[in-house]
């Protein structure tokens, strides 16, 4: 699990690309610190487990999936990628819960400064706007950021200064895809709230009688 606090901004050194996976060799150094073999490491929001360690950088296995449902397939060399370790039991819970498990890409349409902020403006597609609320927490590119206003087909957010240099977001421009993943509590209680296969006819969702059948009344 991660936070969407971003440790630092780490270098695409070099991409091995199979016939549908890659394996990613990274530059870094602050994750570098107490980082294990088999530990998670979230890439630009998507976790990632560490395969290799060498002095200066690590590596990390990509499978098809992953590159289908995120934007790392469009990482090249000399890239610039958010890093971040799993949180560990005893550190700060400063952004929100974030599983590294992306929903699907948006893309950014438009950026706009407001005094000391930069408004970013980002179209996704419904399987991820569902979840997306204003005021509520989105994760882009793994950053723990608040949604400020949501559209039919977008969402904006508000970034301060610090976060947009210390992150990849200060480098991003309109036209750029970005890995959304949307807060996991909405989707646990979208899933909690569905009635069991069966048990109630389709579209009705939870009614009384569902209810009164599952001893709830």
């Known amino acids: 699990m991660f936070t969407g606090i971003i440790e630092e901004i780490g270098t695409v050194e070099r991409i091995q690309r199979g016939a549908r996976s890659a394996v990613l060799h990274l530059r870094a150094r602050t994750v570098l610190e107490d980082l294990k073999l088999g530990d998670s490491v979230a890439v630009n929001g998507v976790c990632l487990t560490v395969t290799a ?18 934007a790392l397939s469009e990482l090249r060399p000399g890239s610039a990628v958010n890093l971040e370790r799993a949180m560990a039991a005893n550190g700060r819970f400063g952004g929100h819960i974030v599983a590294g498990h992306v929903d699907g890409t948006g893309r950014i ?20 706007l569902r979840y997306v609320v ?3 927490s989105v994760a882009v590119d793994g ?28 480098q991003r421009r309109a036209g750029d895809r ?28 939870i009614t009384l009688e569902f209810l009164a059948q599952n001893g709830i009344l």
Request: with cysteine; charged share 25%.
């Open 143 to 170: 950053i723990s950021l608040t949604v400020a206003q949501v559209g039919q087909d977008w969402f904006s957010v508000s970034v301060i200064p610090h976060t947009a240099s210390a992150t990849v977001l200060g």
């Open 178 to 205: 970005v890995n959304l993943e949307c807060d996991i509590i909405g989707k646990y209680v979208e899933k909690l709230l569905r009635p069991a296969q069966g048990q109630s006819p389709e579209g009705e969702g």
């Open 53 to 70: 360690l060498r002095p200066g950088g690590f590596s990390a296995d990509v499978m098809h999936e992953t590159l289908d449902r995120s």
């Open 109 to 128: 349409t438009r950026l706009r400064r407001d005094d000391n902020a930069v408004w970013y403006t980002l179209q996704a597609g419904p399987e991820v």
């Open 134 to 136: 204003e005021k509520g």
